[in-house]
């Protein structure tokens, strides 16, 4: 089973490039987050949808954007990318009933010059 | 003020011992309670949710103290491979956002 994937594994951009950050589920679930890991931060929430054409912001969303025009994927696009940007970033999907288990995917690790 | 703290550590233990680890969350309006597990360099995993009442899977028991606001994850007999950083998690009014502590780094010893 692929559970949630996420491509890609790495990339390094350049300061003011975009990129998009694909991620795909294939356990039919209505919620998929966005989150970015840095060191002692924990990981903190970007962007959620809650199901086909509904999102909404997390506790980042800056520089940030999402659409979710199919229940399978759930792409995280960087407008113009930061050096403050670089992090490793999952994405995630759950059910809507408890007991809410996120099931993640392995992550991208992004590092911007 | 940060929603879920952890004890960074690392807890340095040998196989066989106890140990256990706190997490504060600083919403009184939080509503449910995890334990992840994250390898190295890998995505986290749920390892437990944490009930009411406390629950226990195995070598693994959770508690949830809604008056001093903090959870527990108590490991006994540690294996070597539940070296691992251990991820609080809490949900606050919405089960949209889960709020994640930076972890907890346990390393077990031979």
């Known amino acids: 089973n692929a559970g949630v994937t996420q491509t890609p594994k790495f990339q390094v951009l350049k300061t003011g490039q975009s990129m998009t950050l694909q991620c795909a589920q294939d356990m039919n679930h209505e919620y998929m987050s966005w989150y970015r890991q840095d060191p002692g931060m924990g990981l903190r929430l970007i962007h959620y949808?809650?199901?086909?054409?509904?999102?909404d912001q997390g506790e980042v969303p800056n520089g940030y954007n999402v659409s979710r025009s199919t229940t399978e994927d759930f792409p995280l696009r960087l407008l113009s990318a930061a050096p403050s940007q670089t992090s490793v970033y999952f994405c995630?999907?759950?059910?809507?009933?408890?007991?809410?288990?996120?099931?993640f995917g392995p992550g991208t690790r992004l590092t911007v010059t | 003020r940060k929603e879920v703290e952890q004890d960074p550590g690392p807890f340095n233990v040998p196989e066989g011992a106890t140990v256990a680890f706190n997490c504060t969350y600083s919403?009184?309006?939080?509503?449910?309670f995890f334990w992840y597990r994250q390898d190295c360099r890998k995505e986290p995993k749920l390892l437990m949710s944490v009930y009411s009442s406390g629950n226990e899977d195995g070598r693994f028991t959770a508690q949830l103290n809604r008056a001093s606001q903090y959870i527990s994850l108590l490991i006994r007999d540690s294996k070597l491979s539940d070296s691992a950083t251990y991820l609080c998690v809490v949900n606050v009014n919405n089960f949209n956002k889960f709020y994640f502590g930076s972890g907890t780094k346990l390393n077990v010893k031979p």
């Open positions: 919403n009184s309006a939080s509503q449910s």
């Open positions: 995630a999907s759950r059910t809507g009933t408890s007991p809410y288990e996120q099931y």
């Open positions: 949808s809650v199901g086909a054409g509904i999102t």
